[in-house]
């Protein structure tokens, strides 16, 4: 009997401790649901990161001294609009990044408004800089044409910078944290564009950069060749060359002496389009010139690639029929340096009429070709063919590749070491003004072709290398690496509009939140049944 009622004892303790270990059990589920309600994380298997800000974000945000206020505001309608739903859920979530990595710096607004319910709210966010733009979907049976919106106001102190309109993925941490620094930056960093080719312009040929520049620098200077280079500029953009008198080329040798940077593109010929034709001759620049003695020569001569270019189209008729023509080379990815930061993530390049790039053996050391031709390239030399009959048929035998841009950092000597300063031809009245050294430290970008940046031709890609360039110049080199981060497919982009969005992700909450704690829940009632009645079977053979 004693034995009997000893074995009971054990059993009432074991079933104590089974249902200390049940209630053990629920109460970590249920902490475990109200801190991951409570607190942020995530864990961003994507490629490339996608989901999470990077560590030049991280690294911005820890310059803060002061509260930065990030408000986002979208309108109801933009969420109807399946693609741009999903470029809402992203931005939001990656603002939530920001606020994390902020650790108490960084807050964060999200606000859905309305045209419709509260019209003078979308006009005072209007008044502040949000602009609005136009949405269309179109489905089976019917097309919609909505009015968007969708906009970020920081704060910080007593400023404010606004991103008017942000309606895609792509760049978006780049364009955020270039804003934020421009902010909280107590140096603002200035850059100039200086057009040296003959009958263009910054307004016209070339407004695309002068656009891109301005999107990214506060203070963009635009010059004209016989002008001095600001005292403020770090950086500056020489296009073409053509124009450049003696007294330029010295203000730029002077101003790369004295620690300024270079982003520099001209073509080795002067190509000329007129209605009697395309003609090209060897270039005249004093640029070329320049370059030259540093070590960095641009070739006289025209690229061609007969494995990679782009066609050239004309119209015959009612029909616009692709044209043979290798002198326009496309660069392949394989063909960029991976192992420089400018280059290493773009997938292609259109140059149009280039030339070939060397640099000599005193310099090598200190330079790094950014892309090159395939190796089914050639050069003319001379006789400078432009016409499309000469190439509709691959007469040239390519054999070899070449180089079409370099970037060069470290010391150089002057080029007017021991020489007068020129005379300002162009205006007599403008004297050089800075100190004069003989040598110095520096930075140079220089690509063997300037027509791939004209407003004509340049293209995303184009434009994205040339501000890459700029960054490796004068910025942090690591914002580089987010600059293209986006462009991505969710798990939900299969969802034909909002609302099935919206059923999706509750599934998926619903079961990632309450779902495996049921079953977690219900494992654990299986498992002290079975132990309750083996316990009672156990009870009934001793009794």
Known sequence: MGLKMKNIGEVK??????????????????????????????????????????????????????????????????????????????????????????RGKVNVLIKEVSYEKKPQETAELEE?????????????????????????????????KVLSAVYSDMGFEFRLDVEIKKL??????????????????????YQYVRQVAEKEYSDVRVMD?????????????????????????????????????????????????????????????????????????????????????????????????????????KIKSTNFNKKNAIVDKLEGLNIFWGSSIDADDKIKSQVEFLFKTTDKSWVQKQDYKLDIETYKYPMQEGVKSYNLACAFSGNLNSFFTGKDVPKNEKNSTVTYEGSRLDKGNTKIVVVANEFFLQSDFAGNDELLFLMNSVDWLSKDQSLISIRNKGKFTKPLDKAINQQQTDFFKTIIIGFTTFFIPVIFIAFGII?????????????????
């Open 128 to 160: 502040q800089g949000l602009q609005p733009f136009s949405l269309s979907e179109s489905g089976q049976t019917e097309s919609k044409s909505l009015l968007g919106l969708s906009g970020i106001i920081l704060k910080y102190k007593k400023d404010q």
């Open 527 to 543: 498992l002290n049944l079975r132990r309750k009645i083996r316990d009672k079977k156990l009870k009934e053979s001793f009794l």
């Open 184 to 205: 909280i930056s107590s140096e603002k960093e200035s850059i100039a564009i200086l057009t040296a080719s003959e009958n263009k312009n910054i307004y016209k040929e």
């Open 13 to 102: 303790t074991k079933n104590i401790y089974s249902w200390l270990i049940f209630g053990l059990i629920i109460l970590n589920i249920v902490a475990f649901i109200f801190l991951a309600n409570k607190l942020y994380f995530r864990i961003d298997l994507t490629e490339g990161q996608k989901y999470s800000i990077g560590k030049p974000t991280v690294d911005l945000l820890k310059q803060l001294n002061d509260p930065l206020i990030i408000e986002y505001y979208y309108n109801d309608k933009a969420k109807e609009v399946s693609e741009m739903a999903l470029i809402i859920q992203y931005i939001e979530d990656m603002l939530k990044e920001y606020e994390s990595a902020g």
């Open 225 to 329: 060749p016989g002008t001095n280079i600001p005292k403020e500029v770090s950086t500056i953009i020489i296009l073409g060359g053509d124009t450049l008198t003696d007294y330029d080329i010295f203000q730029i040798d002077q101003f790369l002496m004295n620690g300024g940077k270079a982003f520099v593109a001209l073509n080795g010929l002067t190509v000329e389009i007129q209605q009697q034709g395309i003609f090209a001759l060897p270039s005249s620049s004093k640029l070329l010139t320049l370059l030259e003695s540093y070590g960095i020569k641009v070739n006289k001569d025209l690229v061609g690639d007969n494995d990679s270019y782009n066609p050239l189209p004309q119209r015959q008729g009612l029909f616009v029929q692709q044209n043979r023509y290798p002198i326009w080379p």
